[in-house]
């Protein structure tokens, strides 16, 4: 990305990564929501891998001021498509076409779920480095275990808390850290 990247850049990240390892160690026990949590971990770090590619290629894109945040846009549309077109076989056609009210809650979901928050989050990458909107970015992820215990009752083990607390740690420890040094 041709940004410079601090040392205490690596700091930052290494404290992330730890976080990410104690996620994954003890997954709990398997329940009916969950029937092989470490298979789910593992998807779901694989899942972070991903995100990070897209908000590097996000960022990439919305560096340009003029023409940046409408190829964002576009591309973000065109891979949304494909990947829509690519999971045609996954829908269960085979059973019939999907009732209209599944396809109304699906392009619902698509445009103001996926579609402003992509929008949202490319202004605001505009504003800020890669490495600081990943940081932002990861919130998301390792709050949806608190979610899953509030809704499912999945009670996350003593390694996750440690995992999602140093990622909370870290990740708001470099955003006040950055507010500290743009106001000095």
Partial sequence: MKEPVARRDFAY????LLGMVLLLLHP???RASAPDPLLGGIIAALCGVT????TLTMRGLARDPVAGFQ???ASIIVANLVLAIGLLPAYGLADGLPAARDLGIAAYMGVFQLGLSFILITLGLRRVNALDGALILLIEPVVNPLWV???HDEVPGVWGFAGGALILLGTGSRIIAN???AQA
């Avoid at 990240?13 to 992330?16: A, D, M, R, S, T």
């Avoid at 995100?51 to 897209?54: N, V």
Wanted: aromatic share 10%; net charge positive; glycine share 4%.
């Fill in 149 to 151: 215990w509030l809704v």
């Fill in 179 to 181: 507010a500290r040094r």
């Fill in 13 to 16: 990240v290494g404290l992330l």
């Fill in 71 to 73: 190829r964002t846009i």
């Fill in 28 to 30: 709990p026990a398997a």
């Fill in 51 to 54: 995100w990070a590619c897209t």
